[in-house]
């Protein structure tokens, strides 16, 4: 059982960036695939970012240049580099992984979720 922690989650101005990160447990960290989803008030959740075991990586299309996916399997992290940001970005981020090269479209792990707040 993989347990996912997420941090660095808060509240920015417009413009500005914060860096999200999910840390791991399990020592098979590297054969995951891992993404960031996120859910805005009264919106469904949506794929925001996701990178393979192998590195791969895809954007939605809201965030693409503005954002990027990352992981360091020494450290069992994923993280998400959040640039550029719009109010509209705001909502809870959520890490999820499967174990599998590339993220399922319903990924078996998720984690507790972590709060973004642009303001305008």
């Known amino acids: 059982q993989v347990q996912l922690v997420e941090s660095g989650g808060g509240l920015v101005q417009a413009g500005g960036s914060l860096r999200l990160a999910c840390a791991a447990s399990g020592r098979t960290f590297g054969s995951y695939a891992m993404g960031w989803y996120r859910q805005a008030p009264g919106k469904e959740r949506e794929l925001v970012a996701a990178i393979s075991s192998d590195g791969m990586t895809y954007y939605a299309d809201s965030v693409k240049g503005r954002f990027t996916i990352s992981r360091d399997n020494a450290k069992n992290t994923v993280y998400l580099q959040m640039n550029s940001l719009k109010p509209e970005d705001t909502a809870v981020y959520y890490c999820?992984?499967?174990?599998?090269?590339?993220?399922?479209?319903?990924?078996?792990?998720w984690g507790q979720g972590t709060q973004v707040t642009v303001s305008s």
């Open positions: 999820a992984g499967d174990q599998a090269r590339v993220l399922t479209t319903r990924p078996r792990y």
